[in-house]
Structures are given as C-alpha cells and as structure tokens.
C-alpha cells in the first residue's frame, strides 16, 4: 500500500532556531515529491522534488530528496513567527487511482514557533 | 485575482440532504481534484477530472460523485449526506500531471 509518512507530528521552537521536518515515502512507481505550507485555510505550494541530490532553495526554506533511502527533508533557517503552520508533505505515483498527478498525503508536521 | 474560489465558506447541513460544493477556477488548469481533510487523516483525494469532460475516483469516493462539463467548474455532490462526510472539503488545479497542485480556501461542512 502506497503510504508517506511525516515526523516529527509537532514541533515547538524558538525563533532564530533552525529546524528540519521529515518525509518518508512507500509508493509504486515514484514520480514526485511535493511540499505545502498550511496555515489556515489553503495548503500554499512550496517545492517539488523530482531528482535526488538536488536542493531547491526559496529564502529560509531548502529541500531536498534522497529516492534511494525513499525520504524527503524540509529545513527551515532562522525561523520567525510567521514560519507556524502544518507542513504538508505529498507524494505522486506514476499510476495512482489510475491517473498520474494525483498526490498522496502525508498528516503533516505542526510547527510552532514561539517568540 | 486569478486563483480557486470555492463556495460556500461554510455550510451545516442535516444529514440525509443533498448538498453541492462548487469550485471554480481562472487559471485554464487542466486538472482538478477534491480532497476532504479530517484530523489524525490528513488530506485524502476523492475525485479528481484530468481534462474537461473526463472523471475518475480517488481514494474515498463513496457519497460523493462529481462533474466537469467545462474547463473552470468542478462541483462536488452529497447526494444523501451523512455525518460521516462532516469535513474540510479542499478543491486544487493543476496544469497538468506533472504541475503542482494548487488549492482553494476550502468550504467547512458540518452534517448533523
């Protein structure tokens, strides 16, 4: 069963600290890796991985993919505040409910960040 | 603003009614879905459309069936709801297959 799996589910940090969310997946016929910001209402689009070894940047905010040990990080610089949400981490198989594109769904890592 | 809308915000509705939830979308996205999100389950995709005229299920697709008659519409129907279908629902586009998804602001859904 394809499934992906985040952790740690919650996190509480200090502004300033550096953390680093986990996504670990299990899926056929892999395709790519997303990454979503949460606050309230709309999961925000973040990064899309595709190929191992290859870090896409944006500001305080890097990822990276490792498709032989099946896993994806998530590093935050210098949080701030504004950095509190559910990161959503979400994977395509080539073939999944018979299309390609569709994403599975990780539950998401809590980040709190206390001033 | 180009972007998703979805309507309504939010909705309680007595169980047994039928209920559409409406999205909408500017962006030509080739692709769309509609995903429910429950706490402790994350975000599950129920039915998703990979061009106008086309359909096809996800992973929770009993209760709810779907339409996409041209390129900017995709309504999600309750036909006989539930509590069970209480949730978030969250619509998404994308350009294509290998195109990031894109999601609206939600409609929150209550069935008593």
């Known amino acids: 069963e394809d499934k992906v799996v985040q952790s740690p589910l919650s996190l509480v940090v200090h502004e300033g600290d550096t953390v680093t969310l986990n996504c670990s997946y299990e899926?056929?016929?892999?395709?790519?890796l997303l990454w979503y910001k949460q606050e309230k209402k709309a999961p925000t689009f973040l990064f899309m991985l595709?190929?191992?070894?290859i870090e896409k940047k944006s500001g305080r905010l890097s990822s990276i993919l490792d498709k032989k040990e099946l896993f994806s990080i998530l590093n935050i610089t210098a949080t701030q505040t504004g950095d509190s949400a559910v990161y959503l981490c979400?994977?395509?198989?080539?073939?999944?409910?018979?299309?390609?594109?569709?994403?599975?769904f990780g539950k998401g890592t809590k980040l709190s960040v206390k001033p | 603003i180009a972007g998703i809308t979805q309507a309504p915000t939010s909705q309680i509705l007595a169980a047994g009614r039928r209920m559409t939830l409406r999205c909408t979308q500017d962006?030509?996205?080739?692709?769309m879905y509609w995903y429910r999100q429950d706490l402790g389950l994350g975000l599950r995709l129920i039915h998703y459309?990979?061009?106008?005229?086309?359909?096809g299920k996800g992973e929770v697709p009993d209760g709810y069936s779907v339409s996409r008659a041209n390129t900017d519409d995709f309504p999600l129907t309750l036909a006989s709801a539930v509590p069970s279908q209480t949730s978030v629902y969250f619509c998404?586009?994308?350009?294509?297959?290998?195109?990031?998804?894109?999601f609206g602001d939600g409609t929150r859904l209550s069935i008593l």
């Open positions: 899926v056929t016929n892999f395709r790519s």
């Open positions: 459309s990979n061009t106008a005229g086309t359909t």
């Open positions: 979400a994977v395509s198989p080539r073939n999944y409910g018979g299309s390609q594109g569709n994403l599975i």
């Open positions: 998404a586009s994308s350009l294509g297959k290998d195109q990031p998804q894109h």
């Open positions: 962006m030509r996205h080739n692709a």
């Open positions: 595709t190929s191992s070894g």
